[in-house]
């Protein structure tokens, strides 16, 4: 059974780091693109990120980019978020998502239960 599990969420202070994993079971995972989105309460999901683990290549929204890293692991089936210099405004619950295809991005097609962080101010 294909599965995504997410850890790494927590609180942290406005300034600090965390880092996401993103653990895949039931993939051929040099085949997939997986991202990396999130939710503020009461909205929509927001893509973030995504890694293709076919070609290597990456994404990161306006948002993001310069802050938050992606990388992945083929050896441990994992897709890491390093998130630096957090702020109030990131606190939202963070999911992993995958698909075959990076050109329906956003729209993955397998999704994890997500992680919340919070930042404190």
């Known amino acids: 059974e294909a599965r995504l599990m997410e850890s790494g969420g927590g609180v942290v202070q406005s300034g600090g780091s965390l880092r996401l994993s993103c653990t895949a079971s039931?993939?051929?995972?040099?085949?997939?693109?997986i991202g990396w989105f999130r939710q503020f309460a009461g909205k929509g999901r927001e893509g973030l990120t995504y890694i293709s683990n076919i070609d290597g290549s990456t994404y990161y929204s306006e948002d993001v980019k310069g802050r938050f890293t992606i990388s992945s692991d083929s050896a441990k089936n994992t897709v890491y978020l390093q998130m630096d210099n957090l702020e109030p405004e990131d606190t939202a619950v963070y999911y992993c998502?995958?698909?075959?295809?990076?050109?329906?991005?956003?729209?993955?097609?397998?999704w994890g239960q997500g992680t919340q962080v919070t930042v404190s101010s």
């Open positions: 998502a995958a698909d075959k295809l990076k050109t329906r991005w956003p729209f993955f097609i397998f």
């Open positions: 039931g993939f051929p995972f040099e085949s997939i693109v």
